[in-house]
């Protein structure tokens, strides 16, 4: 078995964990802290790299517990002495030459790793043949990585995301982020899911490429966005179905009509003078509940979750809060809701 550890989206732990087991081959947890989990398992590499719902996932090569102050110096000591690294990271490295360096981060901030450890570090790999360091672009990253909790790993970093500051639009949600508000919908193969703010069309583009259902719905009231969204979903195989509407009046969708609504509604003012936040989260529950079937879900990630369960009470009884994940997207307290209409 490896030991791998990967990171992810702080307040769904519980979500993570579960999609770990469901997904990797005799599925082993090692740690779990807010953001980072350890686990084992005998899943390749290549699965672990495929996992949609982690921001990065490593493989293990040292783990530490107890660090207390200054960890990457304490770390790198230890490293230092053991001199087996280039032995233990042997069998996770491709077979033809690649270029690496070394990164340090505590407390999920960068630390600089003085040259004089950097050079004494590199010399642990300097007799194998197929890797060469690289300071500014490498095929591959070793990181020293530690929390406030004590724990600190020494791992190969498998997974290569994209610079999503490049390549997402204003506002729109990362994939791990609308991954993860679809598993906490339970998805199924005989959904009709709603997204009634589709935005830039991160929700149901992740549904429909990682999940399966019956329908997919997905529309906004914005003709540019719905626009925008028809141009992503040209080439896709699966089939969705992108409308322009009010959120706040979805006449064209008969009572009890949605299995499941996954949603990112707006989190200020919206748009129209004089309709506060209060009034649009109550206008758009009682729309939501009237489309929604018995027993049917609705998924909704809010800015002000306080102001949000406020507006909750005016429907006890009608929705039920089954849970609330609490979050940061983008450096943002923001909150998950899963609502259930009862039957």
């Known amino acids: ?63 530490f517990d107890g660090l207390g102050q200054n960890p990457a110096a304490r770390m790198s000591r230890a490293l230092l002495a053991d001199g087996q690294l280039s032995r233990r990271l042997a069998p996770f490295l491709p077979r033809k030459k690649s270029s690496y360096r070394f990164v340090a981060s505590h407390a999920n901030q960068f630390v600089s790793i003085p040259q004089r450890t950097r050079t004494s570090l590199e010399r642990l790999l300097a007799g194998n043949q197929r890797l060469r360091p690289n300071h500014s672009n490498p095929d591959a990253e070793l990181w020293l990585l530690s929390r406030r909790e004590g724990f ?92 322009r509407w009010d959120a706040l009046d979805l006449h064209t969708f008969a009572p009890d009509s949605v299995d499941k609504i996954i949603t990112d509604p707006p989190w200020g003012f919206y748009r129209k003078p004089h309709a506060d936040l209060g009034q649009f989260h109550r206008r758009m529950l009682q729309e939501f509940l009237r489309v929604l079937r018995p ?17 909750m009470r005016d429907f006890a009884g009608a929705l039920r809060v089954v849970k609330r994940y609490d979050v940061l997207v983008s450096g943002k307290k923001a909150s998950i809701f899963k609502i259930e209409k009862p039957a």
Do not use: W
């Open 295 to 311: 027993n049917g879900l609705l998924v909704l990630l809010v800015g002000q979750p306080e102001l949000f369960e406020t507006c």
């Open 152 to 243: 600190g790993f020494v791992g190969l970093r498998i997974t290569q995301h994209t610079a999503y500051e490049k390549t997402l639009a204003q506002g729109e949600l990362r994939p791990e982020l609308c991954h993860l508000l679809c598993l906490i919908a339970e998805p199924s193969a005989a959904d009709l899911v709603l997204d009634p703010f589709c935005g830039s069309g991160a929700i149901p583009l992740e549904r429909v490429r990682a999940f399966p259902y019956r329908t997919m719905l997905t529309g906004d009231i914005d003709a540019k966005l719905v626009k925008g969204l028809r141009a992503k979903t040209r080439q896709l195989s699966r089939k969705i179905v992108i409308g």
């Open 1 to 63: 078995m490896t030991t791998y550890a990967s990171t992810f989206i702080p307040g769904l732990g519980e979500v993570v964990t579960t999609a770990l087991k469901q997904s990797l081959e005799e599925y082993k947890p090692q740690l779990l802290l807010d953001g980072l989990v350890v686990y084992r398992s005998t899943s390749s590499m290549e699965e672990v790299q495929a996992l949609r719902f982690c921001n990065n996932s490593f493989v293990c090569l040292m783990s």
